[in-house]
């Protein structure tokens, strides 16, 4: 069965770094985009990055543009979210996400989630 | 950006009745929407996708339709485990973006 699992999260201070893993099981991961989607306390979801099967083109959402970076290692079946420059409004679950479509370049849906894994951005 | 506005906010119904949930697109997102339910402390569930296709084990008592900009997911006849928040979602263009949610509780 498809199960992807996050990495502990943790309390970072304003203006520092976090890198989150992601570790995928049960599917064919070189196959699948893969996204990370997070979710602030109390609040709605937002998506925040995808990354394409073969790592090209990634894309991001405008709030964590510049200062986040998807990435991914094939080779361990591994997701990785390095986020920097973190400020207190990026508190929130963390979730990665398997894409619903095979082998494309465009994001679409979220077919299986993570467990999640809260960051807390707090002096 | 797509913006998705939900109605309503909450929606108080008791178990057997039937539910509409509503999802307003800012612009056309063809048919593109999704449907996901997020019960307290667990992660969301995909249940519809493409306006209208049930996802993997998803029960029949989910519906989805619409087009364009307007979105309905219908619950035909409400169990105790339905009760939870959901969300639409689009795939029209990046960015990826999720309506505010409905939360579906127990009258």
């Known amino acids: 069965q498809v199960q992807l699992v996050e990495s502990a999260g943790g309390v970072v201070q304003p203006g520092g770094s976090l890198r989150l893993s992601c570790a995928a099981s049960g599917f064919t991961f070189t196959s699948c985009g893969m996204h990370w989607v997070r979710q602030a306390p109390g609040e709605g979801l937002e998506w925040v990055a995808f990354i394409p099967y073969d790592g090209s083109n990634t894309k991001y959402a405008d709030s964590v543009k510049g200062r986040f970076t998807i990435s991914r290692d094939n080779s361990k079946n591994t997701l990785y979210l390095q986020m920097g420059s973190l400020r207190a409004d990026d508190t929130a679950v963390y979730y990665c996400a398997k894409d619903r479509l095979v082998s494309s370049y465009s994001g679409s849906n979220f077919d299986f989630w993570g467990q999640g894994t809260l960051v807390t951005v707090s002096s | 950006e797509i913006v998705l506005t939900q109605s309503p906010g909450t929606l108080s119904l008791s178990p057997g009745e039937g539910a509409t949930l509503s999802c307003r697109a800012s612009q056309s997102v063809s048919n593109y929407l999704a449907w996901y339910q997020q019960k307290r402390g667990q992660a969301p569930r995909l249940l519809i996708y493409?306006?209208?296709n049930r996802a993997t084990g998803i029960p029949a008592r989910f519906s989805g339709s619409g087009s364009g900009t307007d979105f309905t997911l219908t619950i035909s006849s409400l169990e105790p485990e339905d009760f939870a928040v959901y969300y639409c979602q689009h795939r029209r263009s990046w960015p990826l973006t999720f309506g505010g949610g409905t939360k579906v509780e127990i009258k």
């Open positions: 493409d306006v209208s």
